[in-house]
């Protein structure tokens, strides 16, 4: 849960909410993102950071400042024979474009240390403390940025990651996701198909062991869990599970959208993996209890 509220100008109705933020950053993201960064990274430092020791300092958040100065803003390391003003990773950052601000926010994430905080740790934070409140249009879902906009999205992909019923799928659909070049939206709602398929066959073979549901598809798994009502939910829910994987065999699978050429939009390959990821979590959930 944030830790912050709705300011009163805009609980008031004074000041319009602040709108989702998929293709901008607000400076107050930029400079809330940045904050976290440093306060995690790179608190500890002293007014510079170079080859003598005088300065002083934290020697693992030295090395972070090193590794980003090199490795993500590609500076010369020879500079350190001398000393190099810690200020100046705040005036580099400010002079990105937004999104690569989000690379130097996954950038630092993935390879900067801590004395003690894991990346799991790190990720559910800065979701909640800085992404969140700002309605930042990305998540952290393990330790990428994706495009979800709402925490109770967040959290449903998120649990379809951790089961055994289709994980992989459902991985590899999040990865896809989280790229901001290339992004094939087909192939994360194949992915997302196929890791609920994966979940409807353990979930059929575990209520009724004389069934065989390896060579099923999910269409024809709904079909048997209404048929042999195996699940004490509506029989709407399955159905429109039924009519979603419909879509996607014909239009995605099969190669039969108007223009073969043509993908889905992000806005609906997101429905299809929240969709998606709901349903494993419900049958993961049944067989639990």
């Given at each position: 849960m944030s830790i912050r509220q709705k300011s009163f100008s805009t609980r008031m109705g004074y000041r319009p909410p602040q709108p989702v933020q998929i293709d901008s950053m607000s400076d107050e993201l930029?400079?809330?993102?940045?904050?976290?960064?440093?306060?995690?990274?790179?608190?500890?430092?002293?007014?510079?950071?170079?080859?003598d020791t005088s300065y002083g300092g934290n020697d693992i958040q030295e090395n972070n400042f090193k590794k980003t100065w090199t490795q993500f803003f590609h500076q010369s390391a020879s500079v350190f024979s001398g000393s190099v003003p810690t200020y100046r990773i705040n005036e580099m950052y400010n002079s990105l474009r937004w999104f690569a601000k989000y690379d130097f926010l996954e950038f630092c994430i993935m390879n900067l240390k801590t004395s003690t905080t894991r990346i799991e740790t790190l990720?559910?934070?800065?979701?909640?403390?800085?992404?969140?409140?700002?309605?930042?249009?990305?998540?952290?879902?393990?330790?990428?940025?994706?495009?979800?906009?709402s925490s109770t999205d967040l959290n449903t992909i998120s649990t379809a990651l951790t089961t055994d019923n289709g994980a992989g799928h459902f991985q590899k659909a999040v990865k896809e996701l989280a790229k901001r070049?290339?992004?094939?939206?087909?192939?994360?709602?194949i992915e997302a198909i196929l890791g609920a398929e994966s979940a409807a066959k353990v979930f059929v073979q575990a209520k009724d062991s004389q069934k065989d549901p390896s060579n099923k598809t999910l269409g024809q798994l709904i079909k048997i869990i209404k048929e042999d009502h195996l699940l004490t939910i509506n029989n709407a829910y399955s159905e429109s599970m039924s009519k979603l994987y419909g879509y996607l065999s014909d239009a995605v699978r099969h190669g039969n959208l108007p223009d073969e050429t043509e993908e889905i939009s992000l806005a609906e390959a997101i429905y299809i993996l929240e969709s998606c990821s709901a349903f494993t979590n419900y049958l993961t959930a049944e067989l639990a209890d």
């Open positions: 930029s400079s809330d993102i940045f904050n976290f960064i440093w306060n995690e990274f790179f608190s500890d430092l002293d007014l510079f950071v170079g080859h990720c559910k934070r800065i979701n909640s403390d800085v992404l969140e409140p700002n309605v930042a249009g990305f998540r952290f879902v393990k330790s990428l940025l994706v495009p979800v906009t070049k290339k992004r094939n939206t087909n192939q994360i709602a």
